[in-house]
């Protein structure tokens, strides 16, 4: 199948998919993370270097990471572990990679101030870095990026805007339409359709582009017809954000709504302007 030329047409109003049943294995890092002793770094780089080079703190990246934590241990016989370095893979970007290892020292707000700003205030390139570095953690088996990615992601498709049909089809050229941010696109579009179903058969950019999607893609189309018959069932269904994440020995736990706070934890994105208060 050729692959499609990406453009950025506006979007509607808010959307989802369906999750992976996935169930990491344990995080038993063998460094001594607790000591507080981070003196041993590693390189990673990417294709050509030295621009695509980047030392990090080999305790840091293996403690959130079995990717790293297999090929660096130095019970292994991996030569990474010999050499000190790792090369991630020729698909990667720049961007997805410096953002993952920003990620590591900052945290989630690091996917809030600094990935955003480089993107001119574009949702829909927003969407796609965010769905980028969602597949790069996915390959290095970052489940904690992931659910931090996860929870961006559901704070930024809220009342005016929608899941973008790129980031959509990203995920599907890289096989994760069966990962729990698949699920939650397909979930939050099925959403706006069901809200809106008038949109699916207008000439707006974003409803085109997700028409030709569907006719190339039969997976999804069979997947978005599950998540409206279960909206049909239960409309006023608003999954808990619990839903979407990775659970697992050594991922940090989802956090609990603060005392007070009458959200429950639910998903910001199923609200829309026109629903009743």
Known sequence: MQTRQKTYPPRPATTPTQPEEHHPTNMT????FSSGD??????VFLRDRPKTTFTVHKELL???????????????????ARKEEVKIGDTTDVASLRALITWLYRGKAS????????????????????????ILADNVMM????????????????????????????????????SKL????????????????????????WAKLLRSMLDDYPGLAKSLL????????????KPNRCKYHEHGD?????????KGENDGGKLETWKFLTDAE
């Open 29 to 32: 890092t063998p460094f001594d």
């Open 38 to 43: 981070l003196t041993q770094t590693v390189t």
């Open 62 to 80: 293996c403690s959130e990471s079995l990717f790293f934590q297999g090929c660096l241990s130095p019970s292994s016989n991996f030569k990474e």
């Open 111 to 134: 996917l809030v101030q600094g990935l955003k700003l480089d993107c001119d205030e574009s949702h829909a390139i927003y969407q796609e870095k965010l769905t980028k570095l969602y």
């Open 143 to 178: 489940y904690s990026l992931k659910n931090d990615i996860l929870d961006v992601m559901s704070k930024i498709t809220g009342t005016i805007i929608a899941i973008e049909p790129q980031s959509v089809e990203t995920l599907l050229e890289a096989d994760l339409n069966n």
């Open 182 to 205: 698949g699920a939650f696109m397909v979930d939050n579009i099925a959403y706006t359709l069901h809200k809106m179903p008038g949109i699916y058969h207008g000439p707006e950019p």
């Open 226 to 237: 599950d998540a409206n018959f279960a909206l049909v069932d239960n409309p006023k269904q």
């Open 250 to 258: 050594g991922i940090r736990e989802c956090s609990e709504p603060k």
